[in-house]
């Protein structure tokens, strides 16, 4: 016979566990929120000196200098294979807020639906379809055959997306573009 002190603490117990696993979260534990990947980083306070840009192609990473001190970087897309950036010396020579390409774009039914994500000026369009032109805000020129710089999507940082043009992040195209100027150099290495 189990003795009347035991069987109070053995109950005791198991009232203690059922309380304990009832002050715990119901149905499925949620997941923490999972940390956003820092694009880029911006502390320029307008200081002397004249403004560079360093592109690497093998980072996908463009920093900006002042007066040979960084004043802030970002993940960029280049040219995917088939469109591949060509490293080399250039100058900025064209600063346009609102460009768009006369070479890319996509097809977009009468709903508006895409139903061709990389059309080129010259594809057939399909009837019922339109051709639309894609944007290049905060345009910022390198080669007279049509690769700059500009605002755009950064779908995987460190890999290359692009049709040749080096694309910035939205929320930091605005920035660069203030701070740089027709002749401001651009170096793009491997």
């Not at 997306?161 to 027709?182: E, M, N, Q, T, Y």
């Amino acid at each position: 016979m189990i003795p009347t002190i035991s069987i109070i603490a053995r109950i005791a117990g198991l009232a203690a566990s059922v309380v304990l696993v009832s002050c715990g979260p119901l149905g499925s534990p949620s997941n923490p929120p999972r940390a956003q990947q820092v694009m880029y980083e911006w502390h320029d306070d307008g200081g002397p000196g004249e403004v560079s840009v360093d592109i690497s192609l093998s980072e996908q990473i463009a920093r900006f200098n002042r007066g040979g001190q960084e004043i802030g970087w970002t993940y960029v897309t280049t040219g995917k294979e088939g469109h591949a950036t060509t490293p080399g010396s250039y100058q900025i020579t064209e600063k346009i807020v609102d460009k768009h390409s006369n070479r890319y774009g996509w097809m977009e039914n009468a709903a508006g639906e895409v139903i061709d994500g990389d059309a080129r000026y010259d594809d057939p369009v399909p009837a019922g379809a339109r051709y639309v032109p894609a944007p290049m805000p905060y345009w910022m020129r390198l080669t007279n055959y049509g690769v700059g710089m500009h605002g755009g999507i950064i779908p995987k940082p460190g890999q290359p997306s692009s049709h040749g043009c080096i694309r910035l992040p939205h929320d930091f195209v605005p920035k660069a573009f203030d701070a740089v100027k027709v002749g401001t150099p651009v170096k793009i290495s491997a």
